[in-house]
Structure formats: C-alpha cells, structure tokens
C-alpha cells in the first residue's frame, strides 16, 4: 500500500455523533452532517473526517461511537443543531484509497498487518478516514494512521 507522512494541525470541529454497530448507518451519519454544512455554505471547499472512536474488539458494537466531522474556522458560529471539539493532530500515516466500501474494507482488513510489518508504531488515537474536495472528486479517499 502508497503512504505518504502527513502532519496534521489541530483542527475545530463540528460533528454528528452515532453510537451503534459501525457499518451502513455511518453512512446515515455523514449524509447528515453534509445536510448541515451544505445549509450553511460550508461544503464546498471543506474536508471532512469519519472517526470510528472505539475498536469494535474491545467495545460491545452497541456502544461503538462515530462521528461525521467537517473541519471548521475557529470564529466560525454554531448553534445548538450540531456538536463541536478538537480534533487533536499530529503524525499520520496518509494512505490514498479507492472511495468505495469494497475498497475501504480492504483497506482496514489489510491496515493492522501492514503497520506491524513496517516498523511504525500506532499511537494511541483513532484511525480516520479524510474526505477533502479535490480527492471526493476523483473518487478517492484517505485513511489516516496515527504514529508515534
């Protein structure tokens, strides 16, 4: 798998929160959130993040946590309709993938393996998925891994 190291800012945020299995639904979540910044003229220049906050193999899946996020200015207003926080940056392992379900499943199904045998250590933060315009519009996304 391509990878290139990224560096992330900390990042204002708003964002949409489900709690249940992760899976389809998510997608629910994120529809949701581009409803919200759309209705505000926030999305076309935006980048916006899918978090999964919990591993599903030490959360019961009914507890897992998601949040849709879109990355925000910090004067940027919000209104009781939506959540906000920081989204904490650092180093990132940034990998370019197809944006299809296939591709990301994979993605995740073949992340964990890769890492091990690279040499990188994961720090203790969760994996992300990065939606930014110019990458939506050739139909890809990144996942992002923290490293120590």
């Given at each position: ?29 994120m ?5 919200w ?40 207003p ?12 650092g180093?990132?392992l ?27 250590q994961?720090d203790n ?12 519009k ?11």
């Open positions: 798998m391509e990878y290139k190291i990224e560096t992330l800012p900390n990042y204002r945020i708003a964002y949409k929160r489900r709690i249940g299995p992760y899976g389809p639904e998510n997608i629910n979540v529809t949701e959130l581009k409803g910044a759309s209705a505000r003229n926030l999305l076309q220049s935006s980048i916006l993040y899918a978090v999964p906050l919990d591993n599903p193999e030490s959360t019961k899946p009914e507890d897992c946590r998601f949040d849709a996020c879109i990355v925000i200015d910090n004067n940027y919000l209104d009781n309709t939506i959540s906000e926080r920081d989204l904490l940056g180093r990132y940034m990998f370019k993938i197809r944006h299809t379900t296939e591709a990301i499943q994979e993605a995740y199904t073949k992340l964990h393996t890769w890492i091990q045998k690279s040499g990188y994961m933060k969760p994996i992300m998925e990065r939606y930014k315009a110019d990458l939506l050739n139909h890809y996304c990144e996942i992002c891994v923290p490293i120590k």
